[in-house]
């Protein structure tokens, strides 16, 4: 059956087609998907079928009385059956009840009818099918049914026990896998936070399981899970962002295909009402997850490895800001780009730094000062030890960075000139010959000598920071020992993180140098202005 989705403020109420099997529902806390999941179980009045967990394993006195709903039929079948319990008090025990009196009266019935017809056989029951999805997701564990109960153990385990003594999760999967064949015909099953009390690994088994039960019915799952959202196979997601009390309406998106991001990063992002800004490097150990979410704090920081997939995320979900209205940036080393592949970038919304990569940002000349500062040390004079030794340095590494650079000129002036068109093999030799005269390797490299040995004859510290790609810059300084910080480049970048979370006077100073470096003119990280007038 089509599905009419709530109004939006402009009054249009966008379709969802029959042929869509599920359907999940997610938003930010308070963005009104409750509600937005309440007024279609509203509108779907007579199809609608609901299962939650949190509330069905748990004693209460609301009954949920929907038309066909897992309380309305037991209150039915204590009217029309003597073999059902009156005294369960949550909807799991109900569900059990019901169960088991379809049990019962099914073997009723094979007994009256085997005692006239030798050849009648024993019907299944939901029972039945509950048991053997049960077994396939706890292959070690084993359903019994005895003196009219309903028995589990072990493998390891011997010993009974009744349904009230399983744990939370194995109560969860034993009502979803129940709790879904009472359901109508073509029914729309609404379930509240599918992956309450199960276990990642079992998650997805679970809900394929259900799934399989009835493919005949619709699944909307209203979910805060964005792991759940995106591991289920060929699902539409309703972005709900906002509601509007006053007019009972919603500000939602039906989301169109995902474009290139994957599911994963997809979901991360409108899970939050922040803009997004991608970044290198993984969430737990990179330099950069721990110091960008404490510079550009109005942004979802998300990161992604490598700097070709911060810059195909960006892209991409860039050109889908049509639905989405979220500002999304990328942020990759600068390594040994030059000033066109920079601007370019750039004007791509992926900000490049004003230094060669993470590690030197950490060596900017401001957030020496104020580590240093900040454990007794003289500012002016900490930061001078540090530019010598980086100076020193950099003067014995400038023939090495100079042919690294060339290398990486040489190869971009390759791509691009590969790119041509040629008529046939001939003409390709005859341009690859050329190329090697063309694009004078020692040329360059010659230049980047003179050029760093220019930034190092002339103190110009920046400059060399731009340049220089040497990721154990920040222990053969001896900054941290310099700036008094023991304990080397690790405790030096947690002094630095410190005074980020800190959130003072030394924190913005910080703050500012590296928002600077990116050639960002405003101080508010939400503008990502460019300042034009800036060294590329």
């Known amino acids: 059956m089509d599905i009419l989705l709530p109004p939006k403020a402009n009054g249009e109420q966008e379709k969802i087609a029959n042929r869509v099997h599920q359907l999940i529902i997610i938003g930010a806390n308070g963005s009104g998907k409750t509600r937005f999941t309440e007024r279609l179980i509203n509108d779907l009045s007579g199809k609608s079928f609901r299962i939650s967990a949190l509330k069905a394993l748990y004693d209460s006195k609301e009954h949920n009385m929907l038309p066909g709903s897992i309380d309305s039929l037991c209150s039915d079948a204590l009217v029309a059956s003597s073999f059902i319990r009156n005294d369960a008090s949550s909807e799991f025990e109900r569900l059990m009840a019901l169960l088991l009196n379809e049990e019962v009266l099914n073997l009723i019935s094979y007994k009256v009818q085997a005692a006239t017809d030798k050849d009648v056989k024993l019907g299944g029951t939901r029972l039945d099918k509950v048991i053997s999805k049960w077994q396939e997701i706890f292959p070690e564990n084993r359903v019994l049914f005895e003196g009219g109960r309903l028995l589990f153990s072990r493998n390891i385990d011997p010993s009974t026990y009744s349904s009230m003594k399983l744990s939370a999760g194995e109560k969860a999967v034993l009502y979803y896998l129940g709790a879904v064949l009472f359901a109508m015909e073509n029914a729309v ?34 979910t805060h899970d964005l792991d759940f959202a995106s591991s289920r196979a060929n699902n539409s997601v309703i972005w709900v962002r906002g509601y509007d009390a006053q007019t009972v309406t919603w500000d939602y998106a039906v989301l169109p295909p995902h474009s290139g991001l994957s599911d994963e990063i997809y ?36 990161s992604l490895g490598s700097c070709n997939k911060v810059i195909e995320a960006t892209r991409a979900f860039n050109d ?31 900000f490049v730094p004003d230094v060669a990569e993470i590690e030197n940002i950490l060596m900017l000349e401001e957030v020496i000062r104020t580590v240093a500062r900040r454990h007794g040390k003289n500012e002016n004079q900490a930061f001078e030890k540090v530019k010598s030794a980086i100076l020193a340095q950099f003067k014995q590494d400038i023939r090495q960075q100079a042919l690294l650079h060339t290398r990486h000129r040489v190869k971009r002036t390759v791509e691009y000139r590969i790119d041509g068109k040629f008529s046939n093999i001939n003409s390709l030799e005859d341009h690859m010959v050329d190329l090697v005269n063309e694009i004078n390797p020692r040329g360059i490299y010659e230049a980047f000598c ?64 590296i928002i600077r470096c990116f050639g960002i003119t405003d101080t508010a990280p939400a503008s990502m202005s460019i300042n034009k007038n800036e060294k590329n």
């Not at 379930?191 to 259900?210: A, C, E, K, R, T």
């Not at 939050?272 to 110091?291: A, C, M, W």
């Not at 889908?320 to 750039?346: M, P």
């Open 189 to 222: 099953i609404f379930v509240d936070n599918p992956g309450i009390f199960l276990h990642p690994s079992i998650m997805n088994m679970v809900w394929n399981s259900v799934e399989e039960l009835r493919p005949d019915c619709t699944f909307i799952y209203t």
């Open 267 to 302: 979901m991360t992002i409108i899970g939050s009402r922040k803009p997004v800004l991608f970044i290198e490097g993984d969430e737990t150990h990179s330099i950069d997850s721990k110091l960008y979410p404490l510079i550009f704090t109005e942004y979802t920081v998300k």
């Open 450 to 513: 003179r050029e760093f040995h220019g930034y190092a004859n002339s103190g110009a510290y920046q400059s060399v920071l731009r340049v220089y790609n040497q990721k154990s810059m920040i222990n053969t300084s001896n900054v941290a020992s310099i700036c008094g910080v023991s304990g080397g480049k690790d405790e030096y970048i947690r002094s630095i993180i410190k005074i980020l979370k800190g959130n003072g006077q030394d924190a913005v100073r910080i703050r500012r140098a």
């Open 320 to 350: 889908l800001n049509t639905f989405h209205h979220l500002d999304s940036h990328g942020i990759v080393d600068r390594d040994r780009r030059d000033a066109k592949e920079v601007k370019y970038l750039r004007d791509k919304k992926i």
